[in-house]
């Protein structure tokens, strides 16, 4: 019984602690950290992990980084402009990639700009092999998770 009365005790502490903390925080920071709980909690639903890396999936710390930045509204980093160039086939997947379009609609001379500044002559074969790795993380991927029906999705071009 007295058990009982200490995790109520202590549930009842951690909810006031929790909502102090919230209120310290800006808007911004609020929802980003709400994004990735949503990303956590679906991922752990569909694919059983929170992180890719888990699974041991050729690209998954591109993709985990990648949705990390953008959850946080990181747009800059190319790991972020690479998961968002490849949105589609990852939604598809059931990878809960958030939507920049709005936002940035040429996101793939923006990865490619931003491999510029950072690999110089090289990056037109950067570029190149970073989208084929996580291209593969898709087919690796795709090989694990169960297949969608073909009628449910508009994008079910990249599933044949």
Request: aromatic share 8%; net charge positive.
């Amino acid at each position: 019984m007295a058990w009982k009365n200490v995790r109520h005790y202590l549930k009842t502490i951690g909810k006031k602690g929790g909502k102090a903390r919230a209120k310290k925080l800006s808007t911004a920071k609020l929802s980003s950290q709400a994004r990735t709980a949503i990303t956590f909690r679906w991922m752990q639903k569909r694919f059983g992990v929170e992180h890719f890396a888990e699974l041991a999936l050729p690209g998954a710390e591109i993709v985990d980084v990648g949705l990390r930045h953008l959850n946080n509204r990181n747009l800059s980093s190319i790991e972020a402009l690479a998961v968002a160039e490849l949105r589609p086939k990852l939604r598809f997947l059931g990878v809960p990639v958030p939507d920049i379009s709005q936002n940035m609609p040429q996101t793939r001379t923006l990865l490619y700009q931003a491999m510029e500044k950072q690999h110089g002559d090289m990056a037109y074969v950067r570029f190149c092999a970073l989208l084929e790795r996580i291209d593969s993380f898709c087919d690796a991927l795709a090989s694990i998770v169960p297949t969608p029906q073909p009628t449910t999705h508009r994008n079910r071009r990249w599933y044949t």
